[in-house]
Structure formats: structure tokens, C-alpha cells
């Protein structure tokens, strides 16, 4: 099978990626227009094997959409392509507008256009899967409380909302014009090759740099925690044996309150990196600095993925401790690969990216 992944140089297309190529028989097509968070340095190890391919292109550009779908002839898409920090959305929603919902518009054009005219038994096997998140539920006040795949939505900031509004054009896509679509929805993730900008590795880094650990408000916050290798592991389970019209929900079974993911990345440190301590503290925790809260800011999500678990047999691996020591081993272990990201000399390899 072809796949055309969008967004595959980011933190999770880029684990996809991997995994596909590391254990399929399957050829990918990487397609992203390399904003700051995509980074190909992410797909080094991938990059010169027969079965990938990468195109860069932006998903609003239909000219190019049209011309990567007539000349890899793709059997399915994974739609990972998004605008996806919080805190960028609150200060500059327009750009999550324009490429979460009318660039997932535009990709949704493009695949029925090239999906319509298939012959009939690539046609029916063809597959639209789009990845979202968990986001799109808003929040959960009761300790008990999952997220289903059933759960109405009720976004809080503008990237959840623009998330949501994806969601449902893939939903009236597959309604409406017949194409086979899925859709999974995902908790927080983090593992390897985690942009700089999200909670763990701008701990991770900002620690061992002796600066401040900026928590928002006490840190209560809860959220479920997925592996980001597992989540890869499920989306490829999703496309290769999911079914048209389903949403399947995925989780870590891992909820944790932000404070405490804080404390566990500083005693993981003390155990690991012990000789990087700043002099000016006694202890990485020293450096927790607690901030002001974040607008609208959701107090708990935690996912119910005992569906995908039922119906796909996918579970994950990973528990938060085994997932966070990993990722705290890996940025220790690959310092070039985060200084690179920091310096921005990794935008470097964008100018000979184009196809």
C-alpha cells in the first residue's frame, strides 16, 4: 500500500513515518510545506530508503495537492497536517483557521476529485484518515469522567475549534459524498523528536539550561499521556484495519497532573543527568516556577479507548514512567538534534526540500 501522509515531518507524522518503514512492507509519501515545526532532520534515518518520498506542499494549495495525488497515486491519506500549540492559537488564531479548516477542506476536495475516478477495486479500498485530538471534547470536571468517541464536542481555544471544525467537514465529506473516511482522536503526546515548544521537552531542556520551569496556575491541570510510538502504532492500525465512517478514540491510561509531570521529568534528571545540574540550585525542582493560567484553560482530559481496544486490538505499550524515562534518555542522548531546533539551523535543509 501507498500512503500519503500530511504533516509527516512533524512530531507525529514524523513517528509514523518511522514506524512504517521500520516494520511495513509499505511506501509513504511525506507531504508538508515545512512550517517551523516540521523538520526532515526528524526523518534522517528514513529519508533514503525506495519507499519514501517527500513532497513539499501546503494543504491550501490545491494545484499541488492535485499534482502529488496524480503522481504517486496514493491508496489512502493520513491527514496529520495541522496547526497545533495552544498558546499560539490564543495569540494568533487566523493561521489555525487557514490551515486547519480550509486546508483539511482543500485536502478533502482533492481526494474525492482523485478518489472518484479510481478504478472500482482501488476505489473501494481507498481510505481518508484524519487525525485529531481530544481537545475537541473541551473539558471534563468529574474525576471519573472519559472521553468517548460519542462525547459532545465543546472546544475551548481557537485550535480545538478549528480542530473540531475539521472534524466535522470530514464527517459531512464522508456523508455527503460517499468518501470513506475515519477519524481518531488522541490525548496529549510526547516521546522523541518532540518539538522544543511543547511541556516535556521545554522542561527537559529549559532545566538542564538552569532556566526557570514555568508551570500555569498550581499545576493541577490532568491530562492522559500517549506515548507518541504507540500512537503511531495505533493510527497505522486504524487505516490498515479500521472501519469507513468510525472514529476511534486513543489514550495512554496514563493521567497525570501537570505538576507532577514536571517533578517526575526533575527527579528523572537527578538520576540521569546529575553532573548537568545547574550550580545555582540544589535540586532541578528548585527551578518549578509557577505562572500565570492560561486563557480558557481546560482542567482534565482523559480518554476512553476501550473501542479501538474492543474492535482493533490496540493497546498501548508504554507506561508514563517506561514513556517519560525514554524521552528524558533521548534528549539527554541527542543534544544535536535540539540545538539544531533552538538555533533554527534546521530550517536550513528547507532549501533543498522542494520535490
Known amino acids: 500500500m501507498k500512503l500519503l501522509v500530511t504533516g509527516g515531518a512533524g512530531f507525529i507524522g514524523s513517528a509514523v513515518i518511522r514506524e512504517l518503514i521500520r516494520h511495513t512492507q509499505n511506501y509513504v509519501v511525506n507531504l508538508d510545506c515545512l512550517t517551523y515545526a516540521g523538520n526532515l532532520e526528524s526523518l534522517a534515518e528514513v529519508s533514503a530508503d525506495e519507499r519514501y518520498a517527500?513532497?513539499?506542499?501546503?494543504?491550501?494549495?490545491?494545484?499541488?495537492?492535485?499534482?502529488?495525488?496524480?503522481?504517486?497515486?496514493?491508496?489512502?491519506?493520513?491527514?496529520?497536517?495541522?496547526?497545533?500549540?495552544?498558546d499560539r492559537s490564543i495569540d494568533g488564531p487566523g493561521k489555525f483557521i487557514t490551515t486547519n479548516i480550509n486546508g483539511t477542506y482543500t485536502l478533502l476536495e482533492a481526494s474525492r476529485t482523485y478518489w472518484s475516478a479510481l478504478p472500482d477495486a482501488r476505489k473501494a479500498g481507498f481510505r481518508f484518515h484524519h487525525v485529531s485530538t481530544d481537545e475537541v471534547y473541551g473539558d471534563l470536571h468529574g474525576t471519573d469522567d472519559l472521553f468517548t468517541e460519542s462525547t459532545p464536542y465543546a472546544p475551548s481555544s481557537p485550535y480545538s475549534a478549528s480542530k473540531a471544525a475539521s472534524d466535522h467537514l470530514v464527517r459531512a465529506w464522508q456523508r455527503t459524498y460517499g468518501l470513506p473516511t475515519m477519524v481518531t482522536n488522541c490525548s496529549n503526546n510526547y516521546g522523541l523528536y518532540h518539538f522544543p515548544e511543547k511541556l516535556i521537552p521545554h522542561i527537559i531542556l529549559s532545566a538542564i539550561a538552569g532556566k526557570p520551569l514555568p508551570v500555569y496556575g498550581d499545576g493541577s491541570q490532568i491530562r492522559d499521556w500517549l506515548y507518541v510510538e504507540d500512537h503511531a502504532c495505533a493510527l497505522i492500525t486504524v487505516i490498515t484495519r479500521g472501519a469507513v465512517g468510525e472514529t476511534y478514540n486513543i489514550g495512554g491510561h496514563n493521567e497525570q497532573k501537570n505538576l507532577h509531570v514536571v517533578r517526575t521529568i526533575c527527579a528523572l534528571l537527578e538520576e540521569l543527568a546529575a553532573d548537568r545540574?545547574?550550580?545555582?540550585?540544589?535540586?532541578?525542582?528548585?527551578?518549578?516556577?509557577?505562572?500565570k493560567d492560561r486563557p480558557g484553560h481546560d482542567f482534565r482530559y482523559a480518554i476512553d479507548a476501550s473501542k479501538i481496544e474492543r474492535e482493533l486490538g490496540w493497546t498501548p505499550r508504554e507506561t508514563f514512567d517506561t514513556g517519560l524515562r525514554k524521552t528524558v534518555a533521548w534528549y539527554l542522548a541527542n543534544e544535536g538534534w535540539w540545538q539544531r531546533v533552538l538555533s533554527g539551523a534546521y530550517q536550513l535543509e528547507r532549501k533543498g526540500a522542494q520535490p
Open 54 to 86: 517527500f513532497a513539499q506542499v501546503d494543504i491550501c494549495d490545491r494545484a499541488g495537492l492535485d499534482r502529488v495525488f496524480t503522481e504517486h497515486q496514493p491508496d489512502a491519506v493520513m491527514h496529520l497536517a495541522a496547526e497545533s500549540h495552544v
Open 277 to 291: 545540574k545547574p550550580a545555582c540550585v540544589a535540586r532541578y525542582e528548585d527551578l518549578i516556577t509557577f505562572v
